[in-house]
Every structure is written in structure tokens, then in C-alpha cells.
């Protein structure tokens, strides 16, 4: 079935300083979603990509989607401490059936 | 307006137990969805609802876990004689086709089997 990789697994950045998580997908996706986890909290929808090749941008979060689709990342500029938590990927199939990616674990030192 | 929402918020419950974990989509939505996460793990699908459709089974972990959703609205997780690696936050998220498809979760049930 299709599977979702996430990497890295966790990042430890200083506040400041970028941050990118990568997404890959075994199989071609109609479109991919993005969700942030703070902690304690629920998952919290960001942005979806659909188009081969679309860049999105909100505020310091830039989101790519691979011209393959088969693989997105998110970017962050200059992270601030309220960018904790966990970013999670989730391709979209047939049915509006999602998988997730294992999600990456962003903590930021100020 | 009112969100997704999800009871208990925690439950404790002894090994061997049956626990029933309720979910209540946004209203109109007709796609629900329930997820297992373990602490600090990724989300585990478990089913699928969509409209009047069969649910999308295929991430119950075993046959002591179902689902019900009555009237494409209200949804029960069961678990029968449950045992200690069930114990994690269970999730309930629903969508409306005629969006993104963005879902939007519950603030889940956390789970704790001894």
C-alpha cells in the first residue's frame, strides 16, 4: 500500500536558524496535506498542495510540492520558539483517504 | 461553530475491559476518521467512514477493535478486552468533500489500560 516517509525524525534548532522537513511518498499522491501538532495538542491542518511543482508560502513557511508529486517538504525561515511541535505530511489518495507521514519533531532553543 | 468533539477526554480502564470512545463530527461533514497515536509516535489510522459507504477497515489492529457510525453522523470506537498496548490517544477527525479536504481533529481520547 502507499507509505509515507518523513525525515528527520526530530530537529533541534536554535532560534533563528532555518528548518526543513522532507516528505516522500512510494506512489504518485493527487495532492498533499501538512499538519502542525503542538504539544499536548491535536493536529492542526496548515495548507494543501495539489499541482505538480506548487510553492506555497505563509509568512516564514514556505511548502513545496515535487513536480513527481511524490514528494513535498515545509520550510521554516528563522524559527521562533512558537514554532514547537510536530509537523506532520499526509498524502491524499483516492477517497479522500490520507496517509500520514511519522512526522518531525521540531524543538527550538531561545 | 462548533468543532469536533470527542468523549471521555481520558479513560482508565483495567486489562480485559471493553471500552466504547465516542466522536462527534462537525455537522454536514460526511467523512470521519479515527487514528491511534502513541506518546510521541505518528498518527495510525485505524477506519474510515465516507457518507453511506463500507468503511475502510484495513487499519484495525485486530478483531477486538470496531467501529459504528450511526445516521453518518456520530461515531463509536470499541475496544474488547483491551490490553496494555492499547493504551495511547485515540483520534477522531472528519472532513467535508466539498473543501480542501481538510481534516479537522478532535482533541481525542486518552487511553490508559493497567
Known amino acids: 500500500g502507499q507509505q509515507v516517509m518523513q525525515i528527520p525524525q526530530y530537529q533541534h534548532v536554535q532560534e533563528g536558524e532555518d528548518f526543513t522537513t522532507y516528505c516522500n511518498s512510494s506512489?504518485?499522491?493527487?495532492?498533499i496535506q501538512w499538519y502542525k501538532q503542538r504539544p499536548g495538542g491535536h493536529p492542526v491542518f496548515l495548507i494543501q498542495l495539489v499541482k505538480s511543482g506548487e510553492v506555497k508560502k505563509q509568512k516564514r513557511l514556505t511548502f513545496q510540492f515535487g513536480e513527481a508529486k511524490k514528494n513535498s517538504s515545509l520550510h521554516i525561515t528563522a524559527t521562533q520558539t512558537t514554532d514547537v511541535g510536530t509537523y506532520f505530511c499526509?498524502?491524499?489518495?483516492?477517497?479522500?483517504?490520507?496517509?500520514f507521514g511519522g512526522g518531525t519533531r521540531l524543538m527550538v532553543k531561545p | 461553530g462548533a468543532g469536533v468533539s470527542q468523549s471521555p477526554s481520558n479513560k482508565v480502564t483495567e486489562k480485559g475491559k471493553d471500552v466504547e470512545l465516542r466522536c462527534d463530527p462537525i455537522s454536514g461533514h460526511t467523512a470521519l476518521y479515527w487514528y491511534r497515536q502513541s506518546l510521541g509516535q505518528g498518527l495510525e489510522f485505524l477506519i474510515y467512514?465516507?457518507?453511506?459507504?463500507?468503511?475502510?477497515k484495513s487499519g484495525l489492529p485486530s478483531d477486538r477493535f470496531s467501529a459504528e457510525r450511526t445516521g453518518g453522523s456520530v461515531s463509536t470506537l470499541t475496544i474488547q478486552r483491551t490490553q496494555q498496548e492499547d493504551s495511547a490517544v485515540y483520534l477522531c477527525?472528519?472532513?467535508?468533500?466539498?473543501?480542501?479536504?481538510?481534516?479537522?481533529f478532535g482533541p481525542g481520547t486518552r487511553l490508559t489500560v493497567l
Open positions: 499526509a498524502g491524499v489518495r483516492a477517497g479522500n483517504m490520507l496517509t
Open positions: 506512489t504518485t499522491l493527487s495532492n
Open positions: 477527525a472528519s472532513s467535508s468533500l466539498s473543501s480542501y479536504n481538510e481534516q479537522f
Open positions: 467512514f465516507q457518507g453511506n459507504s463500507a468503511p475502510d
